[in-house]
């Protein structure tokens, strides 16, 4: 059966730290998809990033970069220079065919 | 675009009504899927349709859960009768294609008292 571990329950450090928050999923199809989001306060659900299987590629968008590893089943989200808005829940998902399934979230606390 | 839009926001019943709750995903999107968003429970997907076709039920907590997809512009998920433990965010949410990200409404929060 398909699985997201996101280990870390909450997370807390102080502006212009980096953080790394730690996926691990487990599947046993070749083609799957892996996701971030983001739920900050305000309660909403906000798509980050996508990465299939086939593409092991780092991604960095502004602060935010992302390591797939499929040898060791992770895909870990990293923020650079934190800053107080980052402030939220961080799900990664796991979609294999159809079924799409989410971690339990790390709450990420970003203090000034 | 407008996005996935969910209604109510907000919800407060009395254990035992019958709660509707309503989406229209956004046009175009063939995959619709709602989630419950409990602290205990974190995301828990309950049901998903792809054009219109209910595929997986299996997170339905019970019969008392019910969702219906009658086009492809509107879902509904039923709970009759309610209870307190039912008390929960309830996210609409759509994508296009097998691949696609979800889009999420801003989801509808229930109270049962």
């Known amino acids: 059966a398909q699985k997201v571990t996101q280990a870390q329950t909450e997370i807390s450090v102080v502006e212009k730290e980096d953080v790394t928050l730690d996926c691990v999923y487990e599947?046993?199809?070749?083609?799957?998809?892996l996701f971030w989001y983001k739920q900050p306060p305000s309660g909403e659900l906000v798509f980050l990033i996508r990465r299939n299987s086939f593409d092991e590629q780092n991604e960095i968008s502004g602060r935010y970069s992302w390591n797939f590893q499929k040898s060791t089943s992770s895909f870990n989200f990293t923020i650079t220079a934190s800053q107080v808005v980052d402030s939220a829940v961080y799900f990664c998902?796991?979609?294999?065919?159809?079924?799409?399934?989410f971690g339990t979230g790390t709450r990420l606390k970003v203090l000034a | 675009d407008a996005g996935v839009i969910q209604s109510p926001r907000h919800e407060v019943t009395e254990m035992g009504q019958e709660v509707t709750l309503r989406c229209k995903p956004i046009?175009?999107?063939?995959?619709l899927f709602w989630y419950r968003q409990t602290m205990m429970r974190g995301l828990e997907l309950l049901i998903y349709f792809n054009n219109n076709v209910p595929i997986d039920d299996s997170g339905m907590p019970e019969d008392r859960f019910s969702a219906k997809m009658p086009n492809a512009s509107f879902s509904t998920l039923k709970i009759q009768p309610s209870e307190p433990r039912d008390s929960a965010v309830y996210f609409c949410a759509s994508s296009l294609g097998v691949t696609g990200e979800l889009f999420f409404g801003e989801g509808s929060r229930l109270t049962v008292l």
């Open positions: 046009s175009g999107h063939d995959y």
């Open positions: 998902a796991l979609r294999e065919t159809y079924k799409y399934i």
């Open positions: 599947t046993r199809d070749t083609t799957y998809y």
